[in-house]
């Protein structure tokens, strides 16, 4: 398509307009025109925002516009219908993480994007480092042999979300017009939670690192006074055997003091990631050893990432990094998980890999 690609931003509170909105300001190929958003004001500040772009109430009103994609980011228990309609209308999406709450919704969403022939994105930053893609490439290269354990530790601040306080340090910055909403991830209702909120990070970027498929999980978690949950521990066996754990919590007491640590170990050598400090270190069975340089800060987290590929993918023909196939895969892991909990019991899922398998360039014939 020629540039510019024309973008509609549906959900104008915390992550967009501190995100996305100034990502797709600045991008050269990218003309925003129109916000919609349930609250009529701040759907129209947002749009003064950005420079005079239309401003509704209600997404399907923006669909009409006829626009080429469209960023979602919405609390979690609403990007199924969003994005459904979106897709229906014949454009591409950028759904925030997690995609959806339920598995039979996010299969939904991947046949609709290729029965309409649309791409899918969803808007997990981590994939795009330069660290992820290396030690991607490693494993698939199987620079690192089998891949026959790997785990996750994610300990991040955000118990007071939980506990339903906003307006703290880290859920503001400069573009920041309103701070979240207080039931956002303090509601169970919404999708609230530590397992939806950061859990998903995690979980996914093991899933894209590793290639693993869970079929065996079993999870324990606690709610430490609040109504969701604040820890999770998780594991999951592969029909391989490979085994993957994931410990999370949201009570580290500063955002600054959070721990992001991915470990993989492999038949010829291992790798630890950390995305909090920026590095990689990767030590082979024969000796050697790869550390490519650290991260710049602006680099650790890449926020603006998804809205830039949303828009490179229409206008420039980039592949879709992170497709609804793997916020599928991680939703159904996630819901395998909480159900595991719930139940004390292992859960075993029958995934369907024809779901689950993206083409080459995430836009489907």
């Known amino acids: 398509m020629t540039s510019p690609a024309r973008i509609g931003l549906i959900g104008a509170g915390w992550w967009a307009t501190s995100f996305h909105l100034p990502a797709l300001a600045r991008h050269p190929h990218a003309e925003l025109v129109a916000i919609a958003d349930v609250d009529a004001q701040r759907a129209e500040t947002a749009a003064r925002r950005a420079g005079g772009a239309a401003s509704f109430t209600d997404h399907r009103a923006l669909l009409e516009l006829g626009v080429d994609g469209v960023v979602i980011a919405t609390p979690h228990d609403t990007h ?12 591409d999406v950028l759904v925030e993480k997690p995609m959806v709450i339920e598995p039979e919704h996010g299969r939904e969403l991947v046949r609709l994007a290729r029965d309409r022939g649309r791409r899918l994105h969803v ?5 795009y480092t330069r660290h992820s893609q290396a030690l991607r490439q490693l494993v698939q290269d199987g620079d690192l042999g089998e891949v026959l354990t790997a785990t996750s530790l994610f300990a991040t601040a955000l118990l007071p979300l939980y506990q339903g306080v906003i307006g703290t340090r880290m859920d503001v910055n400069e573009n920041t017009l309103w701070p979240t909403g207080r039931n956002t991830y303090s509601d169970p209702r919404h999708g609230g939670g530590q397992l939806l909120t950061q859990v998903t990070h995690c979980a996914s970027l093991l899933l894209y690192l590793s290639g ?4 065996t999980v079993f999870a324990q978690s606690g709610m430490y006074g609040t109504r969701v949950d604040v820890w999770n521990g998780i594991v999951f066996k592969t029909d391989t055997g490979a085994v993957t754990s994931i410990a999370s919590t949201g009570t580290v007491g500063q955002q600054e003091h959070r721990v992001e640590e991915y470990r993989l170990f492999g038949s010829a050598g291992h790798a630890l990631l950390d995305t909090r400090a920026g590095t990689l270190r990767v030590e082979f069975n024969d000796g050697r050893t790869l550390e490519p340089p650290p991260l710049d800060a602006d680099e650790i987290y890449p926020a603006h990432a998804p809205a830039e590929r949303l828009v490179d993918a229409l206008v420039a023909g980039k592949p879709v990094l992170v497709p609804g196939e793997l916020g599928l895969l991680t939703v159904e892991l996630l819901a395998a998980a909480e159900a595991s909990s719930r139940t004390d019991r292992p859960v075993i899922l029958d995934l369907d890999e024809t779901l689950l398998t993206p083409t080459t360039s995430g836009r489907h014939p």
């Open 123 to 127: 808007g997990y930053p981590f994939p």
């Open 212 to 215: 693993h498929r869970p079929r």
């Open 80 to 91: 199924f219908a969003l994005a459904r309609d979106a897709l229906a209308a014949g454009t």
